[in-house]
T-cell receptor, first 114, second 115 residues
Framework: AQSVSQHNHHVILSEAASLELGCNYS??????LFWYVQYPGQHLQLLLK??????LVKGIKGFEAEFIKSKFSFNLRKPSVQWSDTAEYFC????????????FGKGTTLSVSS | GAVVSQHPSRVICKSGTSVKIECRSL??????MFWYRQFPKQSLMLMAT?????????EQGVEKDKFLINHASLTLSTLTVTSAHPEDSSFYIC???????????FGQGTRLTVV
């Protein structure tokens, strides 16, 4: 069975600081990888996704993530965070076949102070 | 991108009653839909996989008689919480991948409060 680990439960940063949120998954086969953001009181929004190809993927709002297959990792990064990035961030994975369910990590709460 | 609509967005019901939540894919067909549950400040937990024209597949620990799922058409899945209790209060979210697709699109979620 697949599983996703997000090691950072709560990250607190000042504006303009760099961000890296860790995500590791456990699955032996081909996977698709996703990062979602959930702003307070809002529904999930897709930040970026990786299916294949270039392991460095760029998403919305200046976020990027790098897939490192040998480490089973898909860490999320942003060079300079803003106060508006305060939110909950979820890493998710599904098996490489079409139409499979996403399995989510426990989430990381990011708090950015201005 | 594809749109998934979930209704209602909020519902308050009395303990012992049943509540139906609808999940519709608006501009694509979905043979499979997924239902998740999210407790406050926690992650999304997969409850069940809804399959058009066949029985839903439930995750371990999810009571299928309590959470009835019906996938009546290629664009509609419903989740009915039967005999609701306060501990069923939660945020329920559906998602659907377009047929043959790898990415699932999420509904807005339904906040259920059982009083």
């Amino acid at each position: 069975a697949q599983s996703v680990s997000q090691h950072n439960h709560h990250v607190i940063l000042s504006e303009a600081a760099s961000l890296e949120l860790g995500c590791n998954y456990s699955y032996g086969g081909t996977v698709n990888l996703f990062w979602y953001v959930q702003y307070p009181g809002q529904h999930l929004q897709l930040l970026l996704k990786y299916f294949s190809g270039d392991p460095l993927v760029k998403g919305i709002k200046g976020f990027e993530a790098e897939f490192i297959k040998s480490k089973f990792s898909f860490n999320l990064r942003k060079p300079s965070v803003q106060w508006s990035d305060t939110a909950e961030y979820f890493c998710a994975v599904n098996a490489g076949q079409a139409g499979t369910a996403l399995i989510f990590g426990k989430g990381t709460t990011l708090s950015v102070s201005s | 991108g594809a749109v998934v609509s979930q209704h209602p967005s909020r519902v308050i019901c009395k303990s012992g009653t049943s509540v139906k939540i609808e999940c519709r894919s608006l501009d694509f067909q979905a043979t499979t839909m997924f239902w998740y549950r999210q407790f406050p400040k926690q992650s999304l937990m997969l409850m069940a996989t809804s399959n058009e024209g066949s029985k839903a597949t439930y995750e371990q620990g999810v009571e299928k008689d309590k959470f009835l799922i019906n996938h009546a058409s290629l664009t509609l899945s419903t989740l009915t919480v039967t005999s609701a209790h306060p501990e069923d209060s939660s945020f329920y979210i559906c998602s659907a991948p377009p047929a043959g697709g790898y990415e699932a699109f999420f509904g807005q979620g339904t906040r259920l409060t059982v009083v």
